[in-house]
């Protein structure tokens, strides 16, 4: 607390501060707390995004309306436990060798024997509390029960599984599960764990607070309380823009080793109105996430720590739902990459204004940002990601700084400002222009008037990287042979620009 200051204050205005005054002093002093939400399979549909225009989020909006919005942020890896593992250690997973959903941290040497984010705060003097999914796999029991000193409600599982008997058999292959609950609220862990987040912002903390709640929704199964669903009328729902050309000038590396569901996807298009459901199940999904969320923003507002939390929200991974022929991640195409993500500052640092921020970002970023932020101890040779401080302050600072994604070995997506630029195992490639191809329609790659492009970005590559211990090979993916075009698209998506806040 700065005494001097508040004397100084007290003489000139005659008045003693008032008990409100001196605690919003004494906080502006101290370490801020931080408040980390991660949502599963949450992609760029939510309002300031523009992802689908039809999705209705109004506390992420509110959220971002107070905080910098990274509009070009991307995963390290488009898949749930790689991606997360990265995030908490700050490490590549290149590096790591962690690259699918079997990769057990606790098994991975690289990853286990890191300094995690949540223990690094702990060991800066922070009460550190869990709820619902952070981790996909865990790191070894002594590292994971040192990281927390509340894990009353870790996990608890993805909620209401509902088999649809409508779906025709040749669909059930993997689409079974998209319906509206009817039983209440709390047998879905997501509304039982975020009720654990609201309790422990009500309660009294001595110390600074890292407090993460991980969403299993959007994640499937599809499953909502019933008024979720009752927000997307089903005769309104509208297809993702589709291409019918889109696969003609991808490698056949690409086309044979990364869709896996393409014949299911066309049979989805083909009947009855089984894609819009799908579609539909998503949306409700993410708005009772966003629900949830608005719960938690509410519980922070009334409590005494609403001026001295820094908030940070992110997705773990992007979804395809039939772009490019595929459902769900595991692609390095934008879809299944650009994520969410958002830092919402304390109000006592108001030196940081909302804004979004167009500069690419990645989440590996996130932990070297904190660290800088809250103004922990370094963290010595680990860290991977950039310090995002800088562009908190001047979001519209050059930045030349790309992000990378990568999935399984070998392969890799270099995301700069305008351009993604993907590289496979095999040597084939991909360029894509954001600014007038979001969709990424046309690949440029192979194209002389873009070999500078091409080359400028190549340089970012890794030159090497871990081999993993795969227990799933690209080559153990492959989906059909290519097929006729389908029918021609629905409305183009508009080119890339985050919504003003």
């Known amino acids: 607390m700065n005494y001097n200051k508040i004397t100084y ?20 002093d101290e370490k801020p707390n931080v ?19 039809q999705v209705k989020t109004p506390n992420l909006d509110r959220l971002a309306a107070r905080g910098v919005v990274f509009s070009n942020a991307y995963t390290a890896v488009p898949l749930s436990n790689p991606s997360r593992a990265a995030l908490m250690t700050g490490k590549q997973p290149f590096v790591t060798g962690v690259y699918n959903n079997q990769h057990e941290l606790s098994k991975f040497p690289e990853s286990n024997n890191s300094l995690f984010m949540p223990q690094h705060f702990k060991n800066n003097g922070y009460t550190t509390i ?3 999914k952070i981790f996909h796999t865990k790191p070894s029991n002594d ?32 689409w079974t599960n998209y319906e509206a609950w009817t039983g209440p609220d709390t047998d879905f862990p997501d509304v039982i764990n975020s009720q654990r987040i609201v309790e422990f912002l009500g309660e009294k903390h001595e110390k600074p607070f890292f407090a993460a709640m991980g969403f299993y929704r959007p994640h499937s199964p599809y499953t909502a309380p019933k008024r979720y669903f009752d927000l997307y009328p089903l005769e309104e729902i509208k297809q993702p823009a589709l291409n019918p050309d889109d696969l003609n000038d991808l490698p056949e590396y690409a086309v044979n080793n990364f869709l896996r569901d393409r014949k ?24 009772f996430a ?7 923003l509410d519980a922070l507002e009334k409590s005494p720590y609403a001026d001295n939390t820094c908030i940070v929200l992110v997705g773990d991974n992007g979804f395809h739902h039939g772009e490019k022929e595929h459902w769900g991640k595991t692609t390095l195409w934008r879809e299944a990459n650009h994520v969410p993500f958002i830092i919402a500052p304390p109000r006592l640092k108001n030196k940081i204004k909302p804004a979004v921020c167009e500069s690419p970002v990645g989440l590996i970023d996130i932990y070297p940002t904190m660290v800088d932020f809250c103004g922990l101890s370094p963290v010595q040779n680990q ?23 990568t999935f399984l070995p070998g392969n890799f997506v270099v995301h700069s400002s305008n351009w993604n630029y993907i590289r496979y195992k095999d040597g084939s490639h991909e360029l894509y222009n954001l600014t007038s191809d979001e969709n990424e329609w046309e690949n440029l790659a192979d194209k002389p008037a873009y070999k500078h492009i091409v080359e400028s970005l190549s340089k970012y590559l890794p030159t090497s990287w871990h081999p993993g211990a795969q227990t799933s090979s690209p080559e153990q993916m492959k989906s059909p042979a290519r097929r006729p075009a ?10 890339r620009a985050a919504r003003p806040i």
Not at 21 to 28: D, I
Not at 35 to 53: P, R
Not at 148 to 173: A, C, F, R, S, V
Request: charged residues 20%; proline residues 6%.
């Open 143 to 174: 590292v994971l029960n040192n990281m927390w000193d509340d894990m009353k409600n870790i996990d608890g599982g993805y909620g209401p599984w509902i088999k649809n008997n409508q779906l025709p058999e040749h669909l059930t292959q993997r």
């Open 130 to 132: 869990i709820a619902g």
């Open 486 to 495: 389908m029918k021609a698209p629905a409305q183009r998506r508009k080119p």
């Open 35 to 53: 408040l980390f939400i991660i949502m599963d399979d949450m992609n760029d549909w939510i309002g300031v995004l523009g992802g689908n225009n």
């Open 383 to 405: 860290l991977a990601g950039n310090n995002l401080t800088p562009l908190l302050h001047k979001p519209a600072m050059k930045w030349d700084k790309p992000a990378i994604s």
């Open 264 to 287: 299911q996807i066309q049979l989805l298009r083909a009947e009855g109105n089984y894609y819009e459901q799908m579609v539909r199940a998503y949306l409700a999904c993410v708005s």
């Open 9 to 28: 204050l007290g003489i000139s205005a005659g008045l003693a501060l008032s008990p409100l005054q001196a605690a919003k002093n004494k906080q502006a």
């Open 290 to 296: 966003d629900d949830n969320i608005g719960k938690i």
